[in-house]
């Protein structure tokens, strides 16, 4: 199997392809996101004309502008192309991004990911091939931002700069740093990890191992991507362009675990009410949306139960069906 399998879950669409048997590339994409491709009005709120930019608005959000249109005044309406949704991050978060868009354009939403090309449809009645092919796995690196791979493991950290990868490992330093460079690869490709990336590798003094790392992201990471060589400190950096978060920025906030949760709940195969247990903050993202609820209780046919457990954390919510 090496198609994309597009689950529509509640409250998000998630995309893997698959080859064997395995999730080579993962995307999660919210019903609420901004997305890529999107053509819609908005006003011009302030010319940064120094930087050939602007900030334009519109009912509910915001994005910097690129190209500024020179003869475009602040308040004007103009369309524009979503070209990267909001980043959040702690403190200020980052704006959406657009451009203008054509002159033939029409106000319009983005490509989703159900409209992916040979995209397997799949719901919350059909066979689990996410599951089978290791999504929990998957979403518990994204939560986590720990790796294992042969002989080390990796440590994803989001910066407002771009997102670190640690590679640390117990085998000799040209093995990790070869080896190391392939896992980190493989996990920005599962885990859509986009923009810039930064690569900290064993220091190796030898040159060829050097280029043999840089090879293997090479060998190993769909393109398009842009990279450096990897430095006498052990440290490239990937650009990847960026049209959506990320799954672990997704799991940096709440939300994305109350959905992780009611998946769970979707999936259980026990009979009976079902309680789901978890950190109060997610109890309280899934209460406040009680269509989530109803759409959970009509697949399986049993009411939930909502208990919130303040010495859990927010990755560690869980689902117990009365009858096993």
């Known amino acids: 199997m090496a198609d994309w399998i597009v689950e529509r879950g509640i409250g998000e669409i998630r995309a893997a392809r698959i080859v064997d048997d395995e999730i080579v590339e993962a995307r999660i994409e919210p019903d ?61 978060p980052k704006r959406a991004r657009a451009r203008p868009a054509l002159p033939d354009a029409f106000p319009g939403d983005g490509p989703s990911l159900a ?62 740093a070869i ?12 885990l859509d990890l986009a923009g810039s990336i ?16 840089a090879e293997a992201i090479d060998a190993t990471l769909p393109q398009p991507f ?11 950096q990937i650009v990847r362009r960026r049209s959506r978060a990320s799954l672990p920025e997704l799991f940096a ?19 009976g009410e079902r309680t789901l247990t978890a950190h109060p903050s997610v109890i309280a993202a899934i209460a406040a949306r009680p269509d989530w609820v109803q759409a959970v209780e009509r697949t399986l046919g049993a009411t939930l139960a909502l208990r919130g457990d303040a010495g859990l954390a927010i990755s560690a919510g869980h689902v117990q069906a009365r009858f096993p």
Request: a negative charge.
């Open 32 to 92: 609420d996101a901004l997305l890529a491709g999107t053509i819609l009005p908005a006003r011009l709120v302030r010319r940064i004309t120094v930087r050939n930019e602007g900030i334009v608005a519109w009912d509910g959000g915001e994005a910097l502008l690129h190209p500024l249109p020179r003869a475009v005044t602040e308040g004007a309406t103009l369309l524009v192309e979503i070209t990267r949704p909001a980043t959040p991050e702690p403190g200020k």
């Open 115 to 176: 409209a992916l090309p040979g995209a397997r449809i799949v719901g919350p009645f059909d066979r689990d091939l996410l599951g089978e092919a290791g999504w929990p796995l998957l979403i518990e690196e994204a939560m986590t931002g720990q790796v294992g791979f042969p002989g080390g493991a990796l440590s994803i950290s989001l910066t407002p700069a771009m997102t670190l990868i640690d590679v640390d490992g117990d085998v000799a330093p040209a093995d990790l």
């Open 226 to 236: 842009e990279r450096t060589a990897v430095n006498g400190f052990g440290f490239l």
């Open 253 to 271: 906030h709440v939300p994305a675990h109350a959905r992780a949760l009611l998946r769970q709940a979707e999936r259980d195969r026990g009979s």
């Open 179 to 190: 080896t190391g460079a392939r896992a980190a690869a493989r996990a920005i490709a599962r």
């Open 198 to 213: 930064g690569i900290d590798l064993p220091t190796v003094g030898d040159k060829a191992v050097r280029l043999a790392a």
